[in-house]
């Protein structure tokens, strides 16, 4: 069973457009990650949002975690091909963190 | 680079075998995690140790086994190996417990 569902699965989007993917689940978490993975290598944690509602950037990346902390999104502007890559968000249950799926995002020049 | 080093980083091997791999944390991390990431499955949890001990478990098959050592390394044991069990297998670490786990390159396994 997965925990959390991650929306659209797949993106493939050109440079400079503004996109917005979702992380979705019926539990409640104490706290929520996101992570980029490229391929060959482990996922790099991105940010972390802890309380209901906050909003958090990372340069063209904005972050934010539902009042309920029960679902985040995240939603880059002006993409660049650089952001390809496959977006996974995580809860953290206890000591260790149940993922979604992931979203994998292709940006074309 | 993380600081996590994963060996071997590919491994492909036959059903029914056993393999190890290895798993050096970041300096100073004194907790370990497994994590098992498929096509299909996505990335799943199997197991985390921290200073030695076993902490929590996840979705690991009973074929399965893992230990963390005194200099901290960890091993993840694969015994009687099935197709099914190919996947990349992940190694991450931290600090302390519930903090920002960092991940490892991973190993491709490959069971033919």
């Known amino acids: 069973t997965q925990l959390l569902e991650q929306s659209p699965q797949f993106l493939s989007i050109q440079e400079g457009e503004n996109l917005t993917v979702y992380c979705n689940s019926s539990?409640?978490?104490?706290?929520l990650q996101w992570y980029r993975q490229e391929p060959g290598e482990g996922p790099v944690l991105l940010v972390t949002v802890v309380t209901g509602g906050e909003v958090k950037k990372l340069k063209r990346l904005t972050f934010q975690f539902g009042d309920a902390r029960k679902d985040s999104s995240l939603h880059i502007t002006a993409a660049q091909p650089g952001d390809t890559g496959l977006y996974l968000c995580a809860g953290a249950s206890g000591y260790a963190l149940n993922f979604g799926k992931g979203t994998s995002l292709l940006v074309t020049p | 680079d993380s600081g996590v080093t994963q060996t071997p980083k590919h491994l492909i091997t036959a059903t029914g075998q056993r393999v190890t791999l290895r798993c050096s944390p970041r300096?100073?991390?004194?907790?370990v995690y497994w994590y098992q990431q498929s096509l299909d499955q996505g990335l799943q949890f199997l197991i985390q140790y921290y200073n030695g001990e076993e902490r929590a478990k996840g979705n690991i098959l009973e074929r399965f086994s893992a230990q963390q050592f005194p200099d901290l390394h960890s091993e993840l044991n694969l015994s009687s190996l099935e197709l099914g069990d190919s996947a990349l297998y992940f190694c991450?670490?931290?600090?302390?417990?519930?903090?920002?786990?960092?991940f490892g390159p991973g190993t491709r396994l490959l069971v033919l």
């Open positions: 539990s409640v978490f104490s706290s």
């Open positions: 991450a670490s931290s600090e302390q417990l519930q903090e920002t786990q960092y």
């Open positions: 300096s100073g991390d004194l907790s």
